[in-house]
């Protein structure tokens, strides 16, 4: 079932999509239940996590490329919840960066509180799977040592078009980057290093995974940049297809701190 978020007649709740052009809702305490036409819905940002638990070095491919040796556990950073748009939205290139990569990802999107949950549980703590492209300021990765500025501008998270709830095997996906029509990234997640379930299991040994919270399980071969003007899709078999566009900042804020 492919889930999004809408408002409708002023009430704001997660509906199924049922037909190209109508919506089902999905919470029995609203009381509607005939379909609604997509049309007169408004969407909504499809999660507001309390927080997106990112993943570095989850293929062995791309540690490959980068003549790395897989980690022994997950690599854990942080991107906040501003830093989430939706399908359509424009990642802006921040004036401060001169490389802003795209990354690809499967992003698991938490349905139930998860704590101490073991890896034969994490599935039933998981609502389901979307797109996720975890933009990244390359040089300013390099330049500040830790990660947190590059990776948490606004916009440096798109994440979408819908949550597909029966992804029929999450270690069986091709998962593709594709800009400007040209293919720029494949992998399949059976290459990933840790599973999902094992990243829900050892992030909830960390932290208290809410429902809503994201988690982007990292990377395939074949990061590299983005230009404005450009259109980047994260295409995830079974999953979707998500499409945002690429613009650079504008003149800096006159009220900014030179
Ligand atoms: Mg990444």
Redesign the pocket.
């Known amino acids: 079932m492919r889930i999004i978020r809408v408002r409708y007649q002023d009430r704001s709740f997660y509906a199924a999509i049922v037909s190209p052009d109508s919506v089902r809702c999905l919470n029995l305490e609203e009381n509607l239940t005939e379909d609604i036409p997509l049309a007169e819905v408004e969407l909504l940002p499809l999660v507001r996590p309390t927080k997106v638990v990112?993943v570095?070095l989850n293929y062995h491919e791309h540690a490959r490329e980068l003549g790395l040796t897989p980690p022994d556990e997950p690599i854990l950073f942080l991107k906040p919840p501003s830093s989430v748009i939706g399908p359509g939205d424009a990642i802006v290139m921040p004036a401060c960066s001169e490389r802003v990569d795209y990354?690809a990802?499967l992003a698991i999107v938490i349905g139930k509180t998860a704590r101490f949950v073991r890896e034969e549980d994490a599935p039933a703590h998981v609502f389901g799977y979307t797109c996720a492209n975890?933009v990244?300021a390359r040089d300013l990765q390099k330049k500040d040592g830790q990660w947190t500025r590059a990776k948490s501008f606004d916009t440096f998270c798109p994440i979408g078009p819908w949550i597909e709830t029966q992804v029929p095997d999450e270690r069986a996906l091709g998962i593709r980057a594709v800009v400007n029509g040209k293919l720029r990234q494949e992998g399949n997640t059976a290459d990933m290093i840790f599973a999902p379930a094992k990243l829900v299991s050892f992030i909830s040994r960390v932290m208290t995974l809410l429902p809503g919270d994201v988690i982007?399980t990292?990377?395939p071969p074949g990061i590299g940049p983005l230009q404005e003007g450009d259109e980047v899709s994260v295409e995830i078999d079974n999953v979707g297809f998500l499409l945002n566009p690429v613009i650079s900042e504008g003149p800096a804020d006159p009220s900014a701190v030179q």
């Open positions: 990112c570095g990354e990802e975890d990244t982007l990292g990377t």
